[in-house]
């Protein structure tokens, strides 16, 4: 017990706490924002309902990334994810484009 | 190792603990202040015992109308709400050349009230602005929200046995109680925090989440509100004065539209220019979704220039579950059913507050930190309803007719409520709970009865109106919970000074 106090304790472990802190909620926004262009601007129909239905799973998709941040078995893999899912969604919305009118 | 904890509900629990601590007083504040908004027309009522004037929506809006012409014939725009069968009075929002006012206009006369005061919208604001200015209020009010959703969803993967956690309960031991309250008071209504926490989110999406409204509209954020209501008739001022056509044609003309539905609310544009517009908007009480149906008039000659019936698909679903956060849907049992588990929400966040200081304190003696999250505590716990009793108290207290009496109002609650959070803080807990529980007690025992309560309690009585003594038990009823509160904490710490007393002698 001791020893693992003493390792919560440690700069490592901060790092470690700070680095998914960060992950879980920025990066967890900054995936959900992402994720958000890209349906906005797949969604068929008119302009406004891809925007609601990009804004509608962009909030599902906050819980499960700040749990996926604190799971991931380290930061570099947590932020890794985190990454990963933001490009893609990104690079889903740059090809798309915007609508016309 | 780089896991935080071992094993995957140890990390949940972790989490599900640190970011509920980290917002859980802005949440309690918001859950406490959203369930009294469950009922906001009720608790104006209250606040407003003499002006128990009623008439018809259309006869009240014409005198409302009537009495801003002359009053605030300059104005940029009136917003009206029509009374209805909860609320008597019409809700007002309008300029005078300068900031707009909101006050409760008599449904027969027209004037404002003469006791002043917000009401229930002070609970309401309070809910997502939280007494902040724009837009940081709504904006910590969203990263709230988005707080409480990972906390419940860590909450829920953290959970050994949900359902064996529906009938568990042990008293009286500490740790143990305050952890079963907690899971109970989660797990029993955890659809309903669900669905309040999601849906509390979308009403604020244009600010915590425009970037779908970037992606297909870019900086054109007109073009994005127009798609939204393409209903919405904005003409500019033409800067030649005329006066309104009578509004109660109009009136009349939106609900034949509507198909013999009920308008709620009637907005004006420049009511004393030539290019005036009057808006009148459909009622959502008769349906889940807030969609919008609206008819506009020319303000002077009174002809139709636009109308607009929501129904399309993707607007509908964002209107419904708009509609699902606001309940005004929901009438007779699902009102309280709304309002009870909004309590369960804000019961579930004060335990789990508390909760965090009683695993610690139970492990060892409390780090500083944990001190002071344990003052805190104590502090919003009991100081913001007393901050809301105050408020009720000084509705009461406050002469009719003050200057700037509604502002009045809310300065004595934020300042009750600051005076107990300082308290909180100076005292010890152990002393701390019982004072503010018993200052809460007073001030709800208080309420119903200083300035003419009693005599408004038999006047309502008398009509045969029961908005008036609900309340009052409620009031009452919160008191009990508070004394209860006070004998359980006084009682615990002669328990262990009898039991330390005992270890001494033998």
Redesign the interface.
Known sequence: MGARAAERRGWRYRG??AA?VLA?SLGA?GV???L??????L?G????????????C??LV???V??WA??A???WRAWGGVAVLAAVFAAL?WMIG??AR | MSAIREGTRQVMAWLHGWTGLALGWVLFVMCLAGTMSVFKPEISRWMRPEATASAGRVEAIAAATNWLATNAPKSTGWYLTAPDDRANNVEATYDTGGDYVARALDPVSGAPVARETLGGEFFYRLHFELELPYPWGRWLASIAALTMLTALVTGIIAHRRIFRDFFTFRPSKGQRSWLDGHNALGVLAMPFHLMITFSGLLTLASLNMPWGIVANYGNDLAAAYHDLTPGAVDRPAAGRPATLAPIAPMLREAERRFGGASFSRVSIANPGDAASVVTVYRSDAAQIGATVAEVSFDGPSGRVIGAWAETRPAVGTYAVIYGLHMGRFANGVLRWLYFLGGAMLTLAVASGMILWVVKRRERAPLSFGNGIVERLNVGILAGVPIGFAAFLCANRLLPPGLIDRAQLEVTIALDAAGIALLVALAVAPRLGWPLLLGVLALLCLAAPIVGNGLTYLAQALARGDFVLPVTDALLVAVAVAALVGVRTVTRRRSDTRRTMRGRAMA
């Open positions: 470690n706490v998914r879980g926004y959900a924002a992402c958000a262009m890209a349906v906005a601007r969604g129909g008119g302009r406004i309902d891809g925007v609601i239905a990009g804004t509608l962009a909030y906050v819980p499960a700040a749990v604190f799971l078995r380290g930061p919305a915007p609508p």
